[in-house]
C-alpha cells in the first residue's frame, strides 16, 4: 500500500514538474487563499489580544457616565451629564472616584516651540479613576479648580517634548493666547484614559476649561456640560449593582419620571471589550471569507488544468491501461496530481501566510499570534480542495477504454 503512494506521488511530481510554469499559475489561487486564511486569523487574534490589553490598561472596574450618541426621540427635555451628577455619584458607597471628562485639543506654546496637545479638563479624581500618579510636582488643588486657576498637569512624554532637560515645573505655556503655570508632571503609564494619551496630553482644571477656554461637552454648548463622567468601582465583583445605584442617582439628579425613559447612558469597560471584539472578530470572518473563496477558485483552476492533462495524456493513459493498469489506478494517478498540485500550494502559502502575519504584527505593532490551528485547518483545506476539485478528472480518465484511448490523436 505504501509503495503503490509512494508510486503515485512519484508520477505526480514527474507530471507536475513537466509543466512547472502552469503547475504554478494553478497553484497560485490555493497559495493566495492559504496565506491571506492565515494571516487573516493570526492578525484577527492579535488584535483582539491587543483590544483586551489596551481595555484591561484602562480598569476593568471603570463605568462611563454619558448622554447617549443616539437619544430617543420620546425624552422631550434631556439633561445633560454635569457636576451635579458626579458630586451625587461620589456619594455612593460602591464608588470609589468619579471624575469630569472632557477633551479638546490645543496648540500649546512655550518660547519658540509649539505643540498640539490634547486636554483633559478635569479634577483629581481622574488620577484615582485611571491610577495615575503625579511624579514630579503636584496635582492641582480644591481652591485651584474653584477659582479656575490657569495651572496645568502635563504628560510624561509631552513634557520632555515641550521643553526637553529643562525643568517644566513652575514654567508657563500658553493655551489659546492664555497663560497656564506648569505644576506638575506624571509618572509614564504608557497606557490611554479612552481615548486619551495621559503620556501626550495635560491636565487642567475643569472649571478653567469650561470658563476660560470655552471647551464644551461634545453633544451641548451648556457650560455645565460633562462629555462623559468617569467613574471607579470600588469592588468588581459589585459592578452591576454599582451600575443600578448610579443609575437611581442620575434619574434623582435628572428629575425622571418613575415611569420616564433614562436620558442619560452607562458603560462600563467589559461591554466595550466585547464589542470591539465582536467587531474585530466580524472583520477576521469576512476576510477569512475571501480567503476562503480565493481557496474554492483556486481549486477550480486545479480542476481546470487537470481536465487540461487529462486530454493531453490520454495516449499515456491508453497504454498503461494496455500493459494492466486498472480504472483504479489511473483514477488514482490523477487523484493524486490534483492533491500533490494543492498540497504544494498550500504549504507556499503557509509559508507566505507565516511571513505575511509577522509583516502585518510588526507593522500595526501587534504581538503576533499564530494558531497551530490555523495553519492545519488551511493545510487540511488544500488537500481537501486537490480531492473535491480532482476528483472529476479523475475519475473521467479513468473511463477511458483503452482502445480509444489509443486510438487519441
Known amino acids: 500500500m505504501w509503495d503503490s503512494f509512494c508510486a503515485i506521488f512519484k508520477i505526480s511530481l514527474k507530471a507536475i514538474f513537466a509543466n512547472k510554469m502552469r503547475a504554478a499559475l494553478t497553484s497560485l489561487g490555493i497559495i493566495i487563499g492559504v496565506a491571506a486564511v492565515i494571516t487573516v486569523l493570526a492578525v484577527g487574534a492579535a488584535t483582539k489580544k491587543s483590544i483586551a490589553d489596551r481595555f484591561s490598561n484602562m480598569g476593568t472596574n471603570i463605568i ?3 448622554q447617549p450618541w443616539n437619544l430617543d426621540a420620546s425624552i422631550s427635555s434631556p439633561k ?43 479634577d483629581t479624581d481622574i488620577l484615582k479613576a485611571y491610577d495615575w500618579s503625579v511624579e514630579r510636582g503636584r496635582e492641582f488643588t480644591e481652591r485651584e ?6 495651572v496645568m498637569v502635563l504628560g510624561a512624554s509631552a513634557a520632555q517634548t515641550i521643553f526637553g532637560d529643562v525643568n517644566p515645573l513652575n514654567k508657563t505655556v500658553v493655551l489659546n493666547n492664555i497663560p497656564f503655570t506648569v505644576i506638575g508632571v506624571t ?69 425622571i419620571h418613575p415611569l420616564g425613559k433614562d436620558d442619560f447612558q452607562l458603560d462600563d469597560m467589559a461591554s466595550f471589550v466585547e464589542q470591539a471584539k465582536s467587531t474585530a472578530t466580524t472583520m ?61 500550494g498550500g504549504l ?8 505575511f502575519t509577522l509583516f502585518v504584527a510588526k507593522y500595526m505593532s501587534l504581538q503576533a499570534h499564530l494558531s497551530i490551528w490555523a495553519i492545519l485547518v488551511s493545510a487540511g483545506f488544500s488537500a481537501a480542495t486537490g480531492v473535491f476539485f480532482g476528483f472529476y478528472p479523475a475519475y473521467k480518465a479513468s473511463k477511458l477504454t483503452p482502445i480509444d484511448a489509443l486510438r487519441y490523436e
Open 80 to 122: 445633560d451629564v454635569t457636576m451635579t451628577d458626579v458630586r451625587a455619584i461620589r456619594e455612593l458607597a460602591g464608588v470609589d472616584a468619579a471624575a469630569p471628562y472632557i477633551q479638546s485639543s490645543f496648540e500649546v506654546k512655550y518660547r519658540n516651540t509649539s505643540v498640539s496637545l490634547s486636554a483633559l479638563a478635569t
Open 348 to 355: 507556499i502559502g503557509i509559508i507566505l501566510g507565516i511571513i
Open 187 to 255: 509618572k509614564k503609564t504608557g497606557s490611554s484614559g479612552f481615548g486619551f494619551n495621559i503620556d501626550e496630553g495635560a491636565l487642567i482644571p475643569y472649571t478653567t476649561g469650561k470658563v476660560k477656554l470655552d471647551v464644551s461637552g461634545w453633544n451641548s454648548k451648556d457650560r455645565r456640560a460633562l462629555d462623559r463622567v468617569v467613574i471607579k468601582v470600588a469592588d468588581f465583583n459589585q459592578i452591576e449593582n454599582t451600575k443600578v445605584d448610579i443609575q437611581n442617582v442620575v434619574r434623582n439628579t435628572h428629575r
Open 284 to 344: 477576521s470572518l469576512f476576510l477569512g471569507i475571501i480567503g476562503a473563496i480565493s481557496l474554492i477558485v483556486g481549486g477550480i483552476g486545479v480542476m481546470n488544468i487537470m481536465l487540461v492533462s487529462v486530454t493531453e495524456r490520454t495516449r499515456e493513459i491508453g497504454i498503461r491501461m494496455a500493459i494492466g493498469a486498472t480504472s483504479w489506478n489511473i483514477r488514482m494517478q490523477f487523484l493524486g496530481e490534483a492533491v500533490t498540485l494543492s498540497c504544494m
Open 145 to 150: 479648580i474653584e477659582n479656575y486657576s490657569q
Open 64 to 66: 462611563f457616565l454619558r
